[in-house]
């Protein structure tokens, strides 16, 4: 069996990774997908939403999606856990990994933890984003949808999302975050 995988920080999930797995769900061969909100990302300081929070948004966001599943393995560590962990762990049950990033994650690619094993045993696929070049050895998922978390999180810009589910995501961040001015 195929997968993919997803991880990130989702703080919050928005239309751009709806894109990302929609587009994903196409063009790889795949069985499944599994989304893995990160519990912290080893190269981020903080998050606003808890894990949990982030992972409950997930699972109503990707409901309608029957090859997509939301894992909390990350989250239940309670730590920063490396991507190699991540892809060992599901390595044991699938014979292909396709692993899905963000373009803007390939200038530090080389510095995340066991880069060199990573890159043995994952297939890596590339959201394209602000115009970053992508190797032509790695998938490209054509999806540059100009929203992020973090533009969020600093104006509450709207997040492209079904409104119900984006009506409670803003509501958090309005009362658990200070947007920069």
């Known amino acids: 069996m195929k997968l993919a995988l997803y991880g990130g920080s989702f703080d919050p999930p928005h239309a751009g990774h709806v894109a990302v797995v929609t587009e994903a769900l196409k063009i790889l061969p795949v069985d499944k997908i599994i989304i893995v909100p990160a519990s912290r990302n080893p190269f981020k300081t903080s998050v606003i939403a808890s894990g949990l929070q982030r992972y409950a948004w997930l699972k109503e966001i990707f409901s309608p999606y029957k ?3 939301i894992s909390d393995f990350e989250i ?23 692993l899905i ?14 880069a060199d094993e990573l890159n043995a045993l994952v297939h890596w696929v590339v959201a394209a984003r602000q115009n970053i070049p992508i190797p032509k050895t790695m ?7 100009p929203i ?3 533009d969020f999180r600093s104006s509450y810009c709207p997040l492209g999302l079904e409104t119900d589910i984006e009506n409670k995501i803003i509501t958090y961040y309005k009362e658990h975050n200070e947007p920069a001015n």
């Open 67 to 69: 090859q997509v599943e």
């Open 76 to 98: 239940s560590q309670r730590r920063s856990v490396y991507t190699i962990e991540t892809v060992k762990h599901y390595a044991q049950s699938y014979d292909e990994i396709y």
């Open 101 to 114: 990033i963000g373009a803007d994650n390939l200038e530090k690619l080389s510095d995340w933890y066991c």
């Open 139 to 145: 998938i490209r998922l054509d999806v540059d949808i």
């Open 148 to 150: 992020s978390s973090s």
